[in-house]
């Protein structure tokens, strides 16, 4: 089993920053790749950016290209998503994800925590 418990979220003026913190705990065969999303009101889960705890892969949408970091801290078993330059638009929930690194869905997922940008 794998738990994942998400932190940082809040309220944030347009032009600001947060950063977000997933900590994770359970086997790390399943949790090879780790990815964050996020779920606007109304809106449809869209993927935001993902990376391997082996290796330094990172993808991200193209949304967030230029804005967002997705990072990791092994010591800690968390994975951080820096934002800059937020946006109105960024104003979601947004959740922490993990998936065995064979299988095309993520398995695992926070309960989400949540980002407002006012403007």
């Known amino acids: 089993q794998v738990q994942l418990v998400e932190s940082g979220g809040g309220l944030v003026q347009a032009g600001g920053s947060l950063r977000l913190s997933c900590a994770a705990s359970?086997?790390?065969?399943?949790?090879?790749?780790m990815g964050w999303f996020r779920q606007a009101p109304g809106m449809e889960r869209e993927f935001v950016a993902s990376i391997r705890w082996s290796g330094d892969s990172t993808y991200y949408a193209d949304s967030v290209k230029g804005r967002f970091t997705i990072s990791r801290d092994d010591a800690k078993n968390t994975v951080y998503l820096q934002m800059n330059s937020l946006k109105p638009e960024d104003t979601a929930v947004y959740y922490c994800?993990?998936?065995?690194?064979?299988?095309?869905?993520?398995?695992?997922w926070g309960q989400g925590t949540q980002v407002t940008v006012s403007s």
């Open positions: 994800a993990s998936k065995r690194g064979f299988v095309s869905n993520y398995e695992y």
């Open positions: 359970g086997r790390t065969f399943s949790r090879d790749v």
